[in-house]
Structure formats: structure tokens, C-alpha cells
């Protein structure tokens, strides 16, 4: 062959490359790519103060009680403004929502650098709450902005993006850690989440709208429209697919589960395994490495099998991955966090992929406010509960029950939730 035709085929392997790529990924563009970007920044910056955060705390002279309690608050406060916040993004749209409640996020962070005593905290906690009522317009947006065939591969993505960002923040922590010390490594680690959410914010103002002929901004209609928007957030489960009232049902179950050992997972590690500190960051590294390498795979196995499978598949892993976590050392709190990173891309990709399907573009502010509200009033319960037992009952205890617990939202999977057939599928 000479020249000339090794120089063709080339060329041509090259085209049908790029356009197998051009298929593949090319929804990445427009506002799913700015929510890519912003994320990046954010999840990147975010994970660096909650390396050490439970620490943190108790310098400040909370208890495994008070990180609980502060968790609890925060999701309280971010409950209470979910379902006003899904009425918003569907009335007077997703784009003002989304960037003004991120700049207000970044400014709550500010109490998180000074603070002397944990009470501080515990305002700041309260403040970001509140500014998460933004998440129905984020969730919506995404939704809005993915064609449907690549849902699973778009939530995918975002997971990947934040698993690549988050990445060297644990090591960086622990970095940070070793030359400054805990408190004042953490305050600096805050001063950079706060430049990273004003960053963010300006980064949002560029989204272009998704909701057909919003209505004009009218502040005091919205701040006396809470009563009806509870009202259309519950009655919207009335008209959507039985389906995605299930699957709102396991979100509530994961959530008050998980929250059990959120707060108390670092304490545990660190003082109960007797993890070293800068081990410990290593091991939390292993996480997100785990969630970068599985996203995109788990993304296209969620497109092609379907979204029921995976997350029943979810939670028989999250079994496996509880007794390697209670009885650690360094190497199988490896495979644990592995196996969580795992979890996590299948739960998130296929449980938002399924919920995109089932709710028409119209009810999506509605249902994901409503589900944001429980979901994180059952989150605060189980960060609560999981603190009290830490303290009071037993260290091991918020985890035992993980076994119990990841039981039920199985059985709602596999008896009551039917995937849509592909004309099915509500919304583009």
C-alpha cells in the first residue's frame, strides 16, 4: 500500500472517529456544559474543608451530637425551601434561581472561616440551607438540557466531572493538614470554597432559560406563594406516573440510611480504626478515583440495560461494602470506599436518569422540590439519629442498621417500579 492510501485510511479511521465521538458526546454543550464547568470548581473546592470537617467541629468544641445536629439543621433549612424552590424554577424560571442562590451559598461559607465556637458553624449551616433552594432548578435544568436517549450517560457525566474534581482535594487536605495543622488548614480550605462559589455564580449567569414564557419576577407573590406551592408540590405525585412516586419513596429510605453515618463517618475512622490522618486521605481519594473510573461505564450501562437493575444492584453492593467499613484497616477501607464510589455513580445516574423519564418537563421543578424536601428532612433525621447513637448507644450501631435498612428500598424497586417504554417516556 503506498502512501498516498495509508494517508486515506487514515484519514478516514480519523473522520469515523470524531463523528463516533460528535454521537457520543456531543450534548455536551450549551448549559449542560456551564453546569459542568461550574461544578467542577465546586466540588473540587467543597471536598477540601470536608476531608477534616467532623474534626474540625470538635475543635470547636461540638461532639459527634452537635456535627449531627448541625447536619440535620443545615438539611431542615434547605428542606424547608425546597418546594417553593420547585415552584419558582417551573413559574419564574431556572436561570436567576440557580445563580443568585449560588452566590448567596458562597457568602453563608463565610462563618465557616471565622468561626471561634461551633455555634458559628451551626449559623452558617442554616444559612447555606436556605440557599439551597436552588437544587429544584438545578436538577430541572439538567433534566431540560439532556436529550433523553443519553440521560443515563448525562448524569453520568456530572458524577464523573465531580468525581475528577474532588479527586486531589482529600490529598491536598491532608497536605494542608501537615503544614498548618487542623483548624487552620480547614479555615483556608474555606476561603477557597468561598472564591470558588462566587466564581460559579458568575460562571451561571451565562445559562440560557428552559422554561417556555417564564412570569415576571414579582417578589412579594413569591414570598406569599408558599402555601400553594406545598400544595401543588404534594398534589403533583397525583398526576405523575405511579412509578416515580415509588422511586421518590427510595429516595427518602437512601437518605435517611445514609445519613446515618455521615456524620460520625470520619470520627470513626480516625479514632475508632486508629486510621492515620493523612492515610485517611488517601482512603478518601480512593472514592472519587473509584467514581471517575466507573462513571462513564456505569452511565452506558444504565442507557443500555435500563435504570431498574442498577440500582437494586446499588444496594446489594452497599451490603458488601458496610462490614469491610466496620471492621477496616487501611486496605479494606480501600475496597469499601471503592465499592461506595460504585454505589454512588449507579444510584445517582440511574435513579435521576429514571426520574427524567417518568416526569414531564412542566411537573420537573414540582417533583424535585417535594422530593428534596423529604428526602432531606429523612436526611437530617438520620444525620440526628446517627450522632445521638454515636454518642449515647453504640459507635458501631449507626452502621449495623445499614443492613436493615437498604432492605425495603430493594423490595420497592424490584415489586413496584416499571420502566416506560421508549414512546412512554415523558418530556424531551
Given at each position: 500500500?503506498?502512501?498516498?492510501?495509508?494517508?486515506?485510511?487514515?484519514e478516514t479511521?480519523?473522520?469515523?472517529?470524531?463523528?463516533?465521538?460528535?454521537?457520543?458526546?456531543?450534548?455536551?454543550?450549551?448549559?449542560?456544559?456551564?453546569?459542568?464547568?461550574s461544578?467542577?470548581?465546586?466540588?473540587?473546592?467543597?471536598?477540601?474543608?470536608?476531608?477534616?470537617?467532623?474534626?474540625?467541629?470538635e475543635?470547636?468544641?461540638?461532639?459527634?451530637?452537635?456535627?449531627?445536629?448541625?447536619?440535620?439543621?443545615?438539611?431542615?433549612?434547605?428542606?424547608?425551601?425546597q418546594?417553593p424552590?420547585?415552584?419558582?424554577?417551573?413559574?419564574?424560571?431556572r436561570?436567576?434561581?440557580?445563580?443568585?442562590?449560588?452566590?448567596?451559598?458562597?457568602?453563608a461559607?463565610?462563618?465557616?472561616?471565622?468561626?471561634?465556637s461551633?455555634?458559628?458553624?451551626l449559623?452558617?449551616?442554616i444559612?447555606?440551607?436556605?440557599?439551597?433552594?436552588?437544587?429544584?432548578?438545578?436538577?430541572?435544568?439538567?433534566?431540560?438540557?439532556?436529550?433523553?436517549?443519553?440521560?443515563?450517560?448525562?448524569?453520568?457525566?456530572?458524577?464523573?466531572?465531580?468525581?475528577?474534581?474532588?479527586?486531589?482535594?482529600?490529598?491536598?487536605?491532608?497536605?494542608?493538614?501537615?503544614k498548618?495543622?487542623?483548624?487552620?488548614?480547614?479555615?483556608?480550605?474555606?476561603?477557597i470554597?468561598v472564591?470558588?462559589?462566587?466564581?460559579?455564580?458568575a460562571?451561571?449567569?451565562?445559562?440560557k432559560?428552559?422554561?417556555e414564557n417564564?412570569?415576571?419576577?414579582?417578589?412579594?407573590?413569591?414570598?406569599?406563594?408558599?402555601?400553594?406551592?406545598?400544595k401543588?408540590s404534594?398534589?403533583?405525585?397525583?398526576?405523575?406516573p405511579?412509578?416515580?412516586?415509588?422511586?421518590?419513596?427510595?429516595?427518602?429510605?437512601?437518605?435517611?440510611?445514609?445519613?446515618?453515618?455521615?456524620?460520625?463517618?470520619t470520627?470513626?475512622?480516625?479514632?475508632?480504626?486508629?486510621?492515620?490522618y493523612?492515610a485517611?486521605?488517601?482512603?478518601?481519594?480512593?472514592?472519587?478515583?473509584?467514581?471517575?473510573?466507573?462513571?462513564?461505564?456505569?452511565?452506558?450501562?444504565?442507557d443500555?440495560?435500563?435504570?431498574?437493575?442498577?440500582?437494586?444492584?446499588?444496594?446489594?453492593?452497599?451490603?458488601?461494602?458496610i462490614?469491610?467499613?466496620?471492621?477496616?484497616?487501611?486496605?479494606?477501607?480501600?475496597?469499601?470506599?471503592?465499592?461506595?464510589?460504585?454505589?454512588q455513580?449507579?444510584?445517582?445516574?440511574?435513579?435521576?436518569?429514571?426520574?427524567a423519564?417518568?416526569?414531564?418537563?412542566?411537573?420537573?421543578?414540582?417533583?424535585?422540590?417535594?422530593?428534596?424536601?423529604?428526602s432531606?428532612?429523612?436526611l437530617?433525621?438520620?444525620?440526628?439519629?446517627?450522632?445521638?447513637?454515636?454518642?449515647?448507644?453504640?459507635?458501631?450501631?449507626?452502621?449495623?442498621?445499614?443492613?436493615?435498612?437498604i432492605?425495603?428500598?430493594?423490595?420497592?424497586?424490584?415489586?413496584?417500579?416499571?420502566?416506560?417504554?421508549?414512546?412512554e417516556?415523558n418530556?424531551?
Amino acid at each position: 500500500m503506498d502512501a498516498q492510501k495509508i494517508a486515506e485510511v487514515e484519514e478516514t479511521m480519523s473522520k469515523g472517529l470524531l463523528i463516533r465521538l460528535s454521537e457520543e458526546f456531543g450534548f455536551i454543550r450549551g448549559n449542560f456544559l456551564i453546569m459542568v464547568l461550574s461544578w467542577l470548581i465546586l466540588d473540587f473546592a467543597g471536598e477540601m474543608p470536608s476531608t477534616y470537617y467532623p474534626k474540625y467541629v470538635e475543635a470547636l468544641g461540638g461532639t459527634a451530637a452537635i456535627i449531627g445536629l448541625i447536619g440535620a439543621t443545615e438539611l431542615v433549612a434547605r428542606a424547608i425551601v425546597q418546594i417553593p424552590g420547585g415552584y419558582l424554577a417551573d413559574k419564574y424560571g431556572r436561570k436567576w434561581l440557580i445563580f443568585t442562590m449560588t452566590f448567596f451559598a458562597g457568602v453563608a461559607r463565610v462563618f465557616y472561616i471565622f468561626a471561634p465556637s461551633w455555634e458559628w458553624i451551626l449559623v452558617g449551616a442554616i444559612m447555606g440551607g436556605f440557599a439551597g433552594i436552588y437544587q429544584p432548578a438545578l436538577n430541572a435544568i439538567i433534566a431540560d438540557s439532556v436529550p433523553k436517549e443519553k440521560r443515563g450517560m448525562g448524569f453520568s457525566i456530572i458524577q464523573l466531572i465531580a468525581s475528577a474534581s474532588t479527586t486531589p482535594a482529600p490529598l491536598i487536605a491532608g497536605y494542608l493538614y501537615t503544614k498548618m495543622g487542623l483548624v487552620p488548614s480547614v479555615r483556608l480550605s474555606y476561603i477557597i470554597v468561598v472564591i470558588s462559589f462566587l466564581a460559579a455564580s458568575a460562571l451561571r449567569t451565562r445559562l440560557k432559560e428552559t422554561v417556555e414564557n417564564p412570569t415576571k419576577i414579582n417578589l412579594m407573590e413569591m414570598l406569599g406563594s408558599y402555601p400553594s406551592s406545598f400544595k401543588e408540590s404534594i398534589n403533583v405525585w397525583k398526576v405523575v406516573p405511579r412509578g416515580a412516586f415509588v422511586l421518590f419513596l427510595v429516595f427518602i429510605a437512601v437518605n435517611f440510611t445514609s445519613g446515618l453515618f455521615q456524620p460520625v463517618l470520619t470520627l470513626y475512622i480516625l479514632d475508632d480504626l486508629g486510621i492515620d490522618y493523612v492515610a485517611f486521605s488517601y482512603i478518601m481519594t480512593t472514592l472519587f478515583a473509584s467514581m471517575i473510573i466507573l462513571a462513564l461505564p456505569a452511565g452506558k450501562l444504565i442507557d443500555k440495560i435500563g435504570k431498574k437493575k442498577p440500582i437494586m444492584a446499588a444496594f446489594v453492593i452497599w451490603g458488601m461494602a458496610i462490614p469491610l467499613l466496620l471492621w477496616g484497616d487501611f486496605f479494606r477501607l480501600i475496597a469499601s470506599m471503592t465499592l461506595v464510589g460504585l454505589i454512588q455513580v449507579l444510584v445517582n445516574g440511574a435513579a435521576s436518569a429514571l426520574t427524567a423519564d417518568l416526569v414531564p418537563r412542566e411537573h420537573r421543578g414540582k417533583v424535585n422540590g417535594s422530593r428534596g424536601f423529604f428526602s432531606m428532612i429523612a436526611l437530617s433525621l438520620g444525620m440526628f439519629t446517627g450522632g445521638w447513637l454515636y454518642d449515647n448507644v453504640g459507635h458501631q450501631i449507626p452502621f449495623l442498621l445499614q443492613f436493615v435498612l437498604i432492605i425495603p428500598p430493594i423490595l420497592l424497586v424490584y415489586f413496584f417500579i416499571k420502566e416506560p417504554k421508549e414512546e412512554e417516556i415523558n418530556g424531551a
